[in-house]
């Protein structure tokens, strides 16, 4: 039961780390913190997620919308 428990509680802490830091990686405002958070995330999770496009870090030249995030206007952040 012991073992159960402590596969439970990782299993929390590591769902909720890659959690905040997909939404660190989607909506920081200053571009470092994003792309640090992008690659903690890499090593995380190495094969990202089943049937999602691999992140190119720009918007696509073919008319298909990207990421939602690729389309914001940040500025000069």
Same mark, same amino acid.
């Given at each position: 039961? /012991?073992?159960?428990?402590? +596969?439970?509680? #990782? !299993?929390? /802490?590591?769902?909720? %780390?890659?959690?905040?830091? #997909? /939404?660190? !990686? %989607?909506?920081?405002?200053? &571009?470092?913190?994003? &792309?640090? #958070? &992008? +690659?903690?995330? #890499?090593?995380?999770?190495?094969? @990202?997620?089943?049937?999602? !496009?691999?992140? %190119?870090? &720009?918007?696509? %030249?073919?008319? $298909?919308?990207?990421? $939602? !995030?690729?389309?914001?206007? /940040? @500025?000069?952040?």
């Amino acid at each position: 039961m /012991l073992i159960g428990l402590l +596969s439970t509680i #990782a !299993a929390v /802490l590591y769902g909720g %780390t890659v959690c905040v830091l #997909a /939404l660190t !990686a %989607t909506f920081a405002r200053r &571009r470092t913190l994003r &792309r640090e #958070a &992008r +690659s903690t995330l #890499a090593v995380l999770v190495p094969n @990202g997620l089943p049937g999602a !496009a691999p992140w %190119t870090g &720009r918007v696509p %030249t073919d008319g $298909v919308p990207g990421p $939602v !995030a690729d389309r914001l206007p /940040l @500025g000069d952040v």
